[in-house]
């Protein structure tokens, strides 16, 4: 890699990597140009290291978060837990995912998302590995419930810390595909929880299934330590400490309060909170429509399928978005194309769901609808880049905070329906609607053109 003619060696950029507080990106609406010496842009290299980890830690952590919808019909049978508590345990996580999501992109650009990805990681790990132990401290429910608010504070700065630290490391032509590889680690997370998990809650208890992305994680975090991220001792100060590179930009007045005014902006953030909030309650919900409707199907049968479809599907849709926009198509257009088949057509699969009695059926529909709904990585979540590349990692964790609330009284409410109903088909006819509503609102209002300049002479010193 050269700069300014010069050429870069590899262990200058690792140890721009391990001491990147001085020239971080800063959230805003707002522009600066910086050579690629001060930028701390990875070497292609290091970047496949970094990505190939971060997958891995999308997947823990997903993992993690999925455990207790795994074990809580095992757990519910054990504590003697209703279906609305049951639903508040697996709620709660959202209230605590409100709230850091904001917090966590501020904190990536003052001292490097990844920092900021190795101090959370450790904090959820250790909450993780004591949830068991949690349940006989006290009365089950509030235990857990107090343990899935703590993971959800810990967890919600993750993807925003992913976002920041794109924006700071990787190059601008190939951050479309280290964001697409990253969000496949949800989906195998979903894999690790639905076969590995599934199999060591037959055979060891509900316990071990939390115990084992604490302690895979606590290995994460020391490797990355120990090998890729060795610098300064990281102090709160640090946190809030302003950059030098952040006095010298000059920010654009009522950005914020211009970009709101925008309908694209809101048909995207709209579009996002019903994406979701179905999505947030698929996850939580299914192990438990699959162990009540079919109660003599493998529990890794149902819990690995679907999401291993997400993986491929993920990618296609993220390939084919790219290269029909090379062709020429527009870029809008795309995006709600992609996003229709996310909450349009997955939707009909949703909804046959409810007519099938078969397991095999069922199985089918779900990888279907699971598999589109993974298109929302290439028109929804990327739009953010569309409209506002200047402050995309800021707007998505504002996206992402109201998506947590909606998503927290979407996963309550479908357990109150099942309760009260007793039928599955009330919830998915439910998010069905929300889902339509949805697409229709982005399909109408949605654009791909930037609006995060109100006057370009503000973004930019001359």
Same mark, same amino acid.
């Given at each position: 890699m050269e700069v300014e003619g010069k050429p870069v060696s590899y262990s200058s950029q690792v140890d721009n990597v391990? %001491?990147? @507080? @001085? $020239?971080v990106c800063v959230t805003g609406l707002q522009k600066t140009e910086t050579s690629d010496k001060s930028s701390g842009i990875w070497p292609r290299p290091l970047a496949l290291t970094w990505a190939l980890m971060l997958l891995l830690l999308t997947g823990l952590l997903h993992w993690a978060r999925?455990?207790?919808p795994v074990c809580v019909v095992t757990m519910a049978q054990q504590f003697?837990? %209703? +279906? #609305?508590e049951s639903g508040l345990v697996l709620g709660s996580f959202y209230w605590g995912y409100c709230f850091t999501q904001v917090l966590g992109g501020h904190a990536s650009d003052k001292i490097g998302g990844e920092r900021v990805l190795l101090l959370s990681t450790c904090s959820w790990a250790i909450v993780t590995s004591i949830t068991p132990l949690l349940a006989d401290v006290g009365p089950p429910l509030i235990t857990m419930m107090l343990a899935r608010f703590l993971l959800g504070v810990l967890q919600g700065v $993750?993807?925003? %810390?992913? #976002? %920041? /630290?794109c924006a700071q490391r990787v190059v601008e032509g190939e951050r479309g595909f280290m964001m697409s590889t990253l969000s496949c680690g949800c989906y195998l997370g979903m894999l690790m929880v639905g076969g590995v998990g599934s199999v060591m809650l037959e055979w060891y208890g509900w316990q071990s299934v939390f115990y084992g992305p604490g302690l895979l994680s606590a290995l994460w975090v020391f490797c990355i330590w120990k090998c890729l991220l060795r610098g300064p001792i990281i102090t709160f100060g640090s946190l809030w400490s302003i950059p030098v590179s952040a006095s010298q930009v000059k920010p654009m007045k009522n950005a914020w309060l211009h970009l709101f005014k925008q309908p694209c902006v809101w048909a995207m953030v709209f579009a996002h909170l019903c994406y979701s909030s179905t999505y947030f309650t698929l996850m939580s919900w299914l192990p438990t429509f699959f162990k009540e409707t079919y109660p003599h199907a493998k529990g890794w049968v149902f819990n690995v399928i679907p999401w291993f479809m997400a993986i491929p599907s993920s990618l296609f849709g993220g390939t084919i978005s790219d290269h029909l926009i090379r062709e020429g198509f527009e870029t809008v257009t795309i995006r709600k194309i992609m996003q229709f088949c996310s909450m349009g057509l997955a939707n009909v699969f949703t909804v046959l769901l409810c +007519? #099938? #009695?078969v397991f095999f059926h069922a199985l089918v529909l779900v990888s279907a609808s699971i598999g589109l709904s993974t298109f929302h990585n290439s028109g929804v979540a990327v739009n953010v880049h569309d409209l506002a590349p200047s402050c995309a990692g800021a707007l998505y964790g504002i996206m992402n905070t109201c998506a947590a609330f909606t998503g927290l009284l979407m996963v309550y409410i479908s357990g109150y329906l099942i309760e009260v109903t007793g039928s599955w088909e009330t919830v998915f006819i439910l998010l069905s609607l929300v889902n339509f509503i949805g697409i229709t609102v982005f399909i109408i209002f949605g654009e791909a053109k930037r609006v995060d300049? +109100?006057?370009?002479?503000? /973004?930019?010193?001359a």
């Amino acid at each position: 890699m050269e700069v300014e003619g010069k050429p870069v060696s590899y262990s200058s950029q690792v140890d721009n990597v391990r %001491s990147p @507080s @001085s $020239h971080v990106c800063v959230t805003g609406l707002q522009k600066t140009e910086t050579s690629d010496k001060s930028s701390g842009i990875w070497p292609r290299p290091l970047a496949l290291t970094w990505a190939l980890m971060l997958l891995l830690l999308t997947g823990l952590l997903h993992w993690a978060r999925m455990a207790m919808p795994v074990c809580v019909v095992t757990m519910a049978q054990q504590f003697g837990w %209703s +279906k #609305t508590e049951s639903g508040l345990v697996l709620g709660s996580f959202y209230w605590g995912y409100c709230f850091t999501q904001v917090l966590g992109g501020h904190a990536s650009d003052k001292i490097g998302g990844e920092r900021v990805l190795l101090l959370s990681t450790c904090s959820w790990a250790i909450v993780t590995s004591i949830t068991p132990l949690l349940a006989d401290v006290g009365p089950p429910l509030i235990t857990m419930m107090l343990a899935r608010f703590l993971l959800g504070v810990l967890q919600g700065v $993750h993807y925003p %810390s992913l #976002t %920041s /630290v794109c924006a700071q490391r990787v190059v601008e032509g190939e951050r479309g595909f280290m964001m697409s590889t990253l969000s496949c680690g949800c989906y195998l997370g979903m894999l690790m929880v639905g076969g590995v998990g599934s199999v060591m809650l037959e055979w060891y208890g509900w316990q071990s299934v939390f115990y084992g992305p604490g302690l895979l994680s606590a290995l994460w975090v020391f490797c990355i330590w120990k090998c890729l991220l060795r610098g300064p001792i990281i102090t709160f100060g640090s946190l809030w400490s302003i950059p030098v590179s952040a006095s010298q930009v000059k920010p654009m007045k009522n950005a914020w309060l211009h970009l709101f005014k925008q309908p694209c902006v809101w048909a995207m953030v709209f579009a996002h909170l019903c994406y979701s909030s179905t999505y947030f309650t698929l996850m939580s919900w299914l192990p438990t429509f699959f162990k009540e409707t079919y109660p003599h199907a493998k529990g890794w049968v149902f819990n690995v399928i679907p999401w291993f479809m997400a993986i491929p599907s993920s990618l296609f849709g993220g390939t084919i978005s790219d290269h029909l926009i090379r062709e020429g198509f527009e870029t809008v257009t795309i995006r709600k194309i992609m996003q229709f088949c996310s909450m349009g057509l997955a939707n009909v699969f949703t909804v046959l769901l409810c +007519k #099938t #009695t078969v397991f095999f059926h069922a199985l089918v529909l779900v990888s279907a609808s699971i598999g589109l709904s993974t298109f929302h990585n290439s028109g929804v979540a990327v739009n953010v880049h569309d409209l506002a590349p200047s402050c995309a990692g800021a707007l998505y964790g504002i996206m992402n905070t109201c998506a947590a609330f909606t998503g927290l009284l979407m996963v309550y409410i479908s357990g109150y329906l099942i309760e009260v109903t007793g039928s599955w088909e009330t919830v998915f006819i439910l998010l069905s609607l929300v889902n339509f509503i949805g697409i229709t609102v982005f399909i109408i209002f949605g654009e791909a053109k930037r609006v995060d300049q +109100k006057d370009q002479s503000q /973004v930019i010193e001359a």
